[in-house]
């Protein structure tokens, strides 16, 4: 059983990113690749299968080890959405963390999604104690629809 991460973060926009973490080789969490675009939060379905698609993506232990110092872990992120620093980029995004293990395959057999208030550029998005949900097996409906339950639970 391995687990996966994304992060699903609401823009300012309305725009919905999910951003796929993997593991390194060394064990570190790191941007894996572009992320998913939702056009909207409302649209539960588009939601649910990005969701699901960022985590079927992440990996662990098939990154490269790299020096976080010489190239930060998030360049690429900051670039390809234009932002200068991560707290320009931060500012008044909702961000809600789903983690996953899965079973058999490439199922998810159990999905933690717990939104994260956003405490800006010192302690970036952190969890929001007591308003996480588990779900068990979900399909991309379930999965889209708590994660839009935990967006608006979520503090920009």
């Known amino acids: 059983m391995s687990d996966r991460v994304v992060s699903v973060e609401q823009q300012r926009d309305g725009r919905v990113f999910v951003v796929t973490y993997s593991k390194t080789v060394d ?13 909207d939060a409302s649209d539960v379905l588009s939601l649910g299968e990005a969701v699901a698609t960022g985590l079927q993506r992440s990996t662990e232990g098939k990154l490269p080890a790299r020096d976080t110092r010489e190239f930060p872990p998030d ?10 620093t991560f707290a320009h980029y931060a500012k008044g995004v909702r961000s809600v963390r789903v983690w996953a293990a899965d079973g058999e395959g490439e199922d998810l057999t159990l999905v933690e999604v717990t939104p994260e208030a956003n405490g800006g550029p010192r302690k970036g998005f952190t969890p929001i104690g007591g308003e996480e949900e588990t779900l068990r097996s979900p399909g991309t409906m379930e999965l889209g629809q708590a994660v839009l339950r935990a967006l608006t639970v979520a503090t920009p």
């Open 27 to 39: 064990g570190h969490r790191l941007i894996d690749g572009t992320p998913l675009v939702v056009a």
């Open 75 to 84: 360049a690429d992120f900051l670039e390809w959405v234009g932002a200068a």
